[in-house]
């Protein structure tokens, strides 16, 4: 028996067929791919991914939905499915060593959009590039520009992992149950490495959280926490640039250059 759909698993099911293939199209899929489904539910969209690449990991939460999942893909030998939560899934464990970078595919619930963000890119390392389905305003702050109005924090942590893109919108009408809002299929290409070392990482963050945080403020307010009045004004002087600046203005590599000097 079928179950009900759960609200609070964020369980909206993608049935609109020319959706579906239009997502698989644009998945580059090749055949020595190793695909990770992040919620496969009930495997609508494993099931035309399957034939396509080497190897699926199906990820889903939910252990009723589980069943039918495993009936639907039965006649596909190469998935593999992993009733787990992706946010504590330990990838390193699930990935043999050694093999090619997996994409990652996912039709993921809107309100752990974030967390499985950070979660996929604490293992970037393993992953070539994701395409997931969010939020449609999700996606354009996501890949959002320096000087734009939805540019902030969000794009500059995606863009320090990967180069963002929005393939295309998909209307809620796609979706059973259908939800309030439209998405977007969201491909994120991976960088071989982020932008800074490991170790300026964390100041990276701090810095463009900092200067977010206070959008209105100007770039030498709103880091007085971060940094010293005199490493400001260094920095400014150095890459000339206006202290009175506002942070949409700074491009992820401004935001790079200042993890950089400011001691
Ligand atoms: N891919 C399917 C289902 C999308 S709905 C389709 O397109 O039709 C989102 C799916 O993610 C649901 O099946 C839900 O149970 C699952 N899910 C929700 N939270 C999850 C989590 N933390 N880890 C893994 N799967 C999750």
């Known amino acids: 028996m079928r179950s009900k759909p759960k609200k609070r698993l964020g369980q909206n099911f993608l049935l609109d067929r020319n959706i579906l293939n239009k997502i698989v199209a644009a998945l580059d899929l090749r055949a020595q791919d190793v695909v990770l489904e992040i919620g496969a539910g009930r495997g609508e969209l494993t099931a035309l991914i399957a034939p396509r690449v080497s ?11 589980v069943p039918e999942l495993a009936e639907n893909l039965k006649i596909y030998p190469n998935v593999r499915i992993i009733n787990a939560d992706i946010l504590r899934l330990d990838l390193k464990k699930r990935i043999p060593a050694g093999n090619r970078k997996i994409k990652v595919i996912g039709n993921i619930p809107y309100y752990i959009s974030s967390p499985i963000m950070a979660r996929i890119f604490k293992y970037h390392k393993l992953i070539s590039s994701a395409y997931i389905t969010v939020q449609k305003e999700f996606a354009v702050r996501v890949a959002a520009t320096a000087g734009n109005k939805d540019y902030g924090s969000l794009s500059c942590w995606t863009q320090f992992y990967s ?39 964390r100041k990276f963050f701090k810095i463009t959280r900092a200067a977010f945080n206070q959008r209105r403020k100007t770039l030498r307010n709103s880091l007085s926490e971060v940094a010293s009045r005199a490493a400001l004004e260094a920095y400014f002087k150095k ?22 000097e400011l001691k």
């Open 163 to 201: 180069e963002p893109r929005i393939l295309f919108s998909i209307s809620k009408n796609c979706f059973f149950p259908r939800p309030k809002v439209d998405s977007s299929l969201l491909a994120l290409r991976f960088r071989n490495k982020p932008l800074l070392a490991k170790v300026l990482e």
């Open 239 to 260: 890459y000339s640039f206006d202290p009175d600046i506002r942070p949409e203005k700074l491009r992820p590599q401004d935001f790079i250059n200042l993890a950089k």
């Open 55 to 65: 190897k699926v990991l199906a990820v889903e939460i939910d252990a009723e939905l």
